[in-house]
Nanobody, 126 residues
Framework: VQLVESGGDMVQAGGSLRLSCAAS????????VGWLRQAPGKEREGVSY????????YYADSVKGRFTISRDNAKSTVYLQMNSLKPEDTAVYYC????????????????????WGQGTQVTVSL
C-alpha cells in the first residue's frame, strides 16, 4: 500500500501549485481522501476532503475559495489545486485515505484515515 504525494515546491505569495497523491496497493475507488498539512511548530490540520465517489468535498475555512480538491479514480490519484497561495499556507502537505466516506464533523479526524503518504513540502514566500 502506498500513497505518494508530489508537486510541492517553493512559490511566491499569490502563486499556484497542484499537488498530486498517487495511490497503489488498495482499491482506491472505495476510499475517501483527505489532505492535511503541518506547519513548523504546529499541529497537523485538515485542509480538504473528497469522498470515494467524488460527490462530496469539504474545505477548511482557511483555504475555501482558493483550493480545489479533485480525484481521478481511473488513475488512482487525488489532486489539490492551490491558488492565491499565502505565506501561512507553508507546510508539509499529506494525503491520507479513509476506508469509509466521512461526514461533518469528522472529515479531519486523523484516526479515521488508515493510509498516509510521506508528505510534500509547500513553501510560500512574500
Amino acid at each position: 500500500v502506498q500513497l505518494v504525494e508530489s508537486g510541492g515546491d517553493m512559490v511566491q505569495a499569490g502563486g499556484s501549485l497542484r499537488l498530486s497523491c498517487a495511490a497503489s496497493g488498495f482499491t482506491f475507488d472505495d476510499y475517501a481522501v483527505g489532505w492535511l498539512r503541518q506547519a513548523p511548530g504546529k499541529e497537523r490540520e485538515g485542509v480538504s476532503y473528497i469522498n470515494s465517489s467524488d460527490t462530496n468535498t469539504y474545505y477548511a475555512d482557511s483555504v475555501k475559495g482558493r483550493f480545489t480538491i479533485s480525484r481521478d479514480n481511473a488513475k488512482s490519484t487525488v489532486y489539490l489545486q492551490m491558488n492565491s497561495l499565502k505565506p501561512e499556507d507553508t507546510a508539509v502537505y499529506y494525503c491520507a485515505a479513509a476506508p469509509t466516506d466521512l461526514y461533518s464533523p469528522y472529515f479531519f479526524i486523523q484516526a479515521l484515515y488508515n493510509y498516509w503518504g510521506q508528505g510534500t513540502q509547500v513553501t510560500v514566500s512574500l
